[in-house]
C-alpha cells in the first residue's frame, strides 16, 4: 500500500510528466507569441485610437478579461469539436488528428487570453513613453515606420518586460486548464496518474512542483531580461 | 431557439448564485488570511516573514486547479485528515473544498497587495503617530490599514474578478456553478455559442457590479480628495 517518489519512478511516470511538462512549456510558449503578436497589434491599434478597430479591440479585451479562462476554452472546444472530427475523417486521419487538435484548440483559446493581457501591458507601455520624444522625431523629419522602429518600439519594450513576465506566469499557469480538452500536457498526466494508481496526492504533488519549478526558472530569467535591458544610469557620486 | 433560452436561463441564474456563494465566502476567508499573511511578511520576525513569503510563493507559482485537485482528490487521502472530523467534512464536499482551495489562493495575491499597500504607507506618520502614544493597535486600526487599503484598493479590485473567473474551477470538482450548468447545457443542447452567450453575460454582469462597488468604496474612501461644491 505504500506507495511513495520510489514507486512513481519505477513505474516510469517520470518519463510521462517530463513529456507533459515539456507540452505545456511547448503550449504556454507558442500561446505567448500568438498572444505577443495580438498584444502588440491591438496594442497598437488601442494606443493610437484607430477609429472603428479600437472599439473592436477594446470589447475583444473587456469581453475576455472578464470572462473565465474555462468557459472561453469550453467555447472554442465544444464548438470546433463536431466540425473538426467530421473534417478529419472524410481525410481518413482520424487517429492522427486528435492529439494535434487538441494542441491547436489549445494554443487558440491560451493565446486569446493571453493577447488579451499583453494588449493592455502594450498599451500601458506605449502610454508611458513621453511625448515629447515621438514630436521630436516628428520634428526631425523620421518617416512613421522608423519612427515605430527607433523610437517607440526599443522604450515601449523596455518599459513592457515586468508587465510581460506577469502575463507570462498566467499563461503557463492558465495552459493547466486545456487538460479538461484532452491535451496530455502536465495536469492531464498527473490527473491520469492520479487515476491509474488511486494516489492522486503524490501525483497532483509533482505537478504542482513541476509548476512551481517553470514559474520560478522563468522569473530567473525575466529578472535576467530584466537587468539587461535597464539603462545605464550614471550613479549619484 | 426560443425554448433554448427559456430552458438556459433559470439554470444558469441558478448557478449564479452558487459562482456567488464560493465567491463571497472565499474573499471573506481570503481577505482576512491574506492581511494576516501580509502583517507577517513585514514583521521583524524572520520566522513569521519567511513563512508568508514562501507561502505566497508557492500558492502564486502553482496554477490554482492543480490546487484545487491536491485538494479534493490528494488530501482526502492522507490518514491524518480522513481520521479528523472538521478536516473530513470541509475536504469531502466540492463546494467547501473549492472554497477553501480559492481563500487560500487569493490570500497569497491579497497579501501582496496589502504588503505593498502597507509599505507605502509614509514612515512620518507613523512616527507621528507613535510620538502621540497610539498603541501599537490603536495606530495599525487608525492610521496605517486606512491609507494602506485607499493605496491598494484598485489592485485589490482587479483580485475581485480573478476570484470570480477563479470559481469556475469549481466546476471541475463537480460543483455546479455557471460554469458547470454552461458545460452540462453545451452537450445536451448543442447550442454551444448561445449558451456560451447567456454564461458570459453573467460573468460580465457579476464582474461589472463589484467594480461598480469598489468604486463607490473608493470613492468613500478618497473622500477628501473629492472637489468641494
Known sequence: MEFGLWQVWEAGWVTAILRGASITILVGLVSMAAGLVIGIVCGLIKWARIFPLSLLVDAYTSLVRGMPELLIIYLLFFSSVEFVTKVVTAFGYAGVAESGYAFVIAVIAIGAISGAYSTEVVRGALGAIPNGHIEAARALGLPGGRIFRRIIAPQMLRIAVPGINNVWQTTIKDTALVSVVGLQELMRISFIGANSTRHPFIFYLIAAVVYLLITLVSQAGFDGIERLLRLRTRKAV | ?229
Open chain 2, 1 to 229: 431557439m426560443i425554448d433554448l433560452i427559456q430552458l438556459a436561463i433559470p439554470v444558469l441564474l441558478k448557478g449564479l448564485w452558487v459562482t456567488a456563494a464560493l465567491t463571497f465566502v472565499s474573499v471573506l476567508i481570503g481577505f482576512n488570511l491574506g492581511l494576516g499573511l501580509a502583517l507577517m511578511r513585514l514583521s521583524p520576525n524572520r520566522l513569521l516573514s519567511g513563512f508568508a513569503k514562501y507561502y505566497s510563493n508557492v500558492f502564486r507559482g502553482t496554477p490554482l486547479l492543480v490546487q484545487i485537485f491536491l485538494f479534493y482528490y490528494g488530501l482526502g487521502q492522507l490518514p491524518l485528515i480522513k481520521d479528523n472530523a472538521a478536516l473530513w467534512w470541509v475536504i469531502s464536499d466540492g463546494a467547501r473544498c473549492a472554497v477553501l482551495a480559492l481563500a487560500l489562493n487569493t490570500a497569497a495575491y491579497t497579501s501582496e497587495i496589502l504588503r505593498g499597500g502597507l509599505m507605502s504607507v509614509p514612515v512620518g506618520l507613523v512616527e507621528a503617530a507613535q510620538a502621540c502614544g497610539m498603541s501599537r493597535m490603536l495606530r495599525f486600526r487608525r492610521i496605517e490599514f486606512p491609507l494602506a487599503i485607499r493605496q491598494a484598493l484598485p489592485a485589490y479590485g482587479n483580485e475581485l474578478i480573478l476570484v470570480v473567473k477563479g470559481t469556475s474551477l469549481a466546476s471541475t470538482i463537480t460543483v455546479l456553478e455557471i460554469t458547470g450548468y454552461a458545460k452540462r447545457l453545451m452537450s445536451q443542447t448543442f447550442a454551444i455559442f448561445e449558451i456560451f452567450a447567456i454564461a458570459g453575460v453573467l460573468y460580465l454582469v457579476i464582474n461589472l457590479l463589484l467594480i461598480a462597488i469598489i468604486r463607490v468604496v473608493e470613492r468613500f474612501l478618497m473622500r477628501h480628495e473629492a472637489p468641494a461644491n
